[in-house]
């Protein structure tokens, strides 16, 4: 509204001008005297600069006419599209002048402009190829996605465009939250240009978000393929993948292929926790202990966890609390200044009720780095050795409020997630949960209690009162989920 008239105004002044003018030269009695050879010629000043015009509109038309000319000569000596060329050689400048002017709208933030300018190029330009897609990102710009859609679907007739409207139409029904129709997009893009990164990564994380383990494992693999992963990340991955598969297979009661699979992800990675500890209880399943035991001492020379602790004591659940303490040491004698591995040693001594050797394991732990988990052991410990309920209650109370110590956070958002997955609940990030203490470095459980996490058993087979989830009468506590 504003623009039009602004345009009316301008309009206005430049013919007022004009007359202005003319007025000036026709009050001016001064002419122009043109002689040529014996005849003379006098022109007033409004007739003189009427005939400069006509002059001018003159050598435009003689040009015109040479270049037709040209164009006519070419066409009789045998060049069939001579005059057709001429005549849209016009066209073509007028077109690309508007789909420039359209990049440059839509570079600006000027969707509207853009659109305008689109549909006035593929007026004299015809190539739907290029007009049709500046038409659907100014419309995309502008929320305007019927349109968009429109433009996006006009480009899958062109086998030259077919990609480019496939990837926009996939971009859409990701935004719209049709994960269906978006991974079936993204699969005809993948199939078009396999080696196009954007569309590997898209295709790779709607598989995964479906749960599509073996497709997000061949999209990997073309990934590595394509060069656009180094060998470790890859490796580290698809053993993600591969572990993935191995728990959908175990859902399934497959347990012959679900060990395959663990053991297959754990021999990429050794390093991946939650694959080292389902390939050992997939050894242990087939009645291998020791390769099961191999497996896990290979983790825990990585990174000492308690799901790797906890797998290393269904090796032989039936044993006595001595005979275990004994069978550990296979790993406490790997990291022993590990918090994890001082932690996991008090906690089976006090299982075989050696309460000094768990105070001993603990060290300095509960004043150089006091974490709910050893709090909560020191609590244990004191009372094992008798010492009064309020002492007992001190401890407890600090572990209320303790740091919670390491735990699986994502490395994007670092958001907190109480067991691992391969992708973050939160942000969508793929393999980014690592095991290490979260950014907030302190606060209370959901519940407003923890008692002492037990790797093996439940809490009423212990023996000690503190292993059984009644540490204190006053404090109504419950085991720690492994």
Known sequence: MIWSLIKVLVFVAAVAALTFGAGLLMDNGSGVRIAIADMELTLGPLQAVIAALLLVLAVWIFLKLVGFTYAL??????????????????????GYQ?????????????????????????????????????????????????????????????????FVGIRGLMKQKIEEGDTATALQLAEKAFALKPRHPETQDILLKLQADRN???GARSTLSAKRKSGALPKAVYQRRDAVLALQTAKVVFDDASSIEAREAAIAANKQSPDLIPAAAMAARSYIAQGNPKYATRVLKKAWEAQPHPDLAAAFAEIEPDETPTARLKRFRTLTSIHPENDETRMLLAELSLTAEDFPAARRALGDLVTRHPTTRALTIMAAVERGEGADDAVVRGWLARALTAPRGPQWCCDNCQSIHAAWGPICDNCGGF???????????????????????????SPASATDPAMSGEVIDEEPTTARPR
Request: aromatic share 6%.
């Open 73 to 94: 000569l070419r066409f009789l000596n045998g060049d069939e599209t001579a005059i057709s060329r001429y005549f849209d050689r016009s066209r073509e400048k007028k």
């Open 431 to 457: 393999d980014t949960l690592s095991w290490r203490e979260p950014a907030e470095t302190s606060a209370p459980s959901a519940t407003g209690t923890e008692l002492l996490p037990l790797i093996v058993g």
């Open 212 to 214: 599509d383990w073996t």
């Open 98 to 162: 508007a789909l420039s002017e359209g990049m440059m709208a839509l570079a600006a933030g000027e969707p509207r402009t853009a659109m305008s300018r689109a549909s006035k190029a593929e007026k004299y330009l015809g190539r739907p190829e290029l007009t049709n897609l500046l038409m659907a990102q100014a419309a995309e710009q502008s929320g305007d996605s019927r349109r968009a859609t429109e433009a996006y679907k006009t480009l899958l007739n062109d086998e030259r465009t077919r």
